[in-house]
């Protein structure tokens, strides 16, 4: 067949040092021409199947598929000139791939930990069972027949207080440091398009999400959009959105972000919690921008801190935040929201600065998000909803902070 095999080092017991190139095995092809045994020798490199150790076939096959080699047109420059033959093709190992996971798992431990202490549950969840035919219609429906305004107009005619659930990515970002996975995700989606059909939104994006999926869990965070919107076709999905910053943790350029949005979009995002955790003017204004121009829902939201119903506060006033607003709902937002990542808003603070933006904005949905972190939380939610809030946030009891 044109190939003979000479061998080396490559018997049983070998030791292979890293102080020089060894010779593993001589490989030698022949042909009627020289690119014929070049076809013969690449057929040959691929079929060794060499691990444990770095070996130069990689490097050999580059050679063997350059034109100057092959029509000997060589010299002493050759490797100078064609830099492209050290741009080495990884090694797939297809064979060694999971013994090498199982053994990286046994040393270092899973590769997805998390940073809590929270131990594995010795109780097998159980999925509720999840009626056949389609699920009812949700406020998604309404968005996608009457647009970003319409469903805002829809939202704020709607007699009662709206809930957008959180289980789906802030609750486990607090809580689990954003580890559960797209799998459980997943399994429960079904029973929340036919249960909880009227919900506001489900928030499932963005925040870390889209940097823990890639980096920790492994996954594509845009295959978990993809998933639970076939999943979950009846409620309108929301992502957090750091304005200029998107999902991640730098100023990105502005066709960035926009590109960003668009293609979320695409992939079935709604709503676009917009916010800086400054308040930053500039920097919300670009992320709204670019949602709106995707055709989402923009929720502008403003990061509450300080407390407005004590005077002696001036900082962070119940001016300052009316002032905010205004330019927020100048600049073209469909919701306005209150952003208590803190949990700093008492009741007393609450009933005041609802209150006065309800009686500025009439007709603008008011969405206010907290954590119980300070044990306020439910009452000031309360307060927030007599004082003409159309829509908080929640999540299922297990996920309750």
């Known amino acids: 067949m044109g190939i003979r095999l000479d061998s080396a080092s490559a018997f049983q017991g070998a030791v292979i040092s890293p102080h020089y190139d060894s010779l593993l095995v001589k490989v030698i092809s022949s042909g009627k021409d020289l690119p014929t045994a070049a076809a013969k020798m690449n057929r040959a490199l691929a079929e060794f199947r060499v691990r ?53 798992v046994m040393v270092n431990g899973p590769t997805t930990p998390i940073p809590v202490k929270a131990k594995p549950s010795s109780i097998d969840p159980v999925i509720p069972p999840v009626p056949l035919g389609e699920p009812p219609v949700g406020f998604r429906d309404v968005l996608l027949r009457e647009g970003p305004e319409g469903f805002a107009k829809a939202v704020r005619r709607h007699d009662g207080l709206l809930l957008m659930d959180t289980t789906f990515r802030d609750a486990h970002q607090s809580l689990l440091a954003t580890r559960v996975r797209t799998h459980d995700l997943k399994n429960i989606a079904p029973f929340v398009a036919h249960n909880f059909s009227n919900l506001f939104s489900v928030e499932n994006w963005g925040g870390a999400t889209f940097d823990v999926a890639m980096r920790f869990l492994c996954e594509c965070p845009w295959r978990r959009l993809q998933e639970l919107r076939a999943l979950l076709p009846n409620v309108p999905f929301q992502m957090l959105l750091r304005g200029a910053n998107a999902v991640g943790y730098t100023n990105y350029p502005d066709n960035a972000v926009f590109k960003f949005c668009e293609v979320a979009r695409e992939n079935g995002m709604d709503i676009f919690r917009v916010f800086d955790s ?24 403003i990061s ?27 600049a073209g937002t469909h919701i306005l929201a209150i952003k208590d990542m803190a949990g700093l808003l008492k009741p007393e603070a609450s009933r005041l600065l609802i209150g006065s933006l309800r009686d500025r904005f009439p007709d603008m949905p008011i969405h206010v998000h907290t954590h119980d972190t300070a044990g306020a939380g439910v009452a000031a939610m309360l307060a927030c909803a007599e004082a003409g809030q159309t829509s908080w946030t929640w999540r299922w009891t297990p996920w309750r902070e």
């Open 52 to 104: 444990g150790v770095k070996t130069n076939i990689p490097f050999l096959q580059n050679v063997l598929s350059n034109d100057q080699f092959l029509y000997g047109t060589v010299d002493t420059q050759f490797i100078d000139e064609n830099q492209d033959l050290f741009i080495l093709k990884p090694v797939q190992n297809r064979a060694q791939r999971l013994l090498h996971y199982l053994g990286h």
């Open 278 to 301: 400054l308040n930053y003017l500039p920097n919300m204004l670009l992320g709204m921008e670019a949602a709106g121009a995707a055709g989402g829902v923009v929720e502008a939201a």
């Open 304 to 330: 509450y801190t300080g407390d407005v119903s004590d005077p002696m506060r001036q900082k962070y006033s119940l001016q300052y935040y009316l002032e905010l607003a205004d330019e927020l709902v100048k």
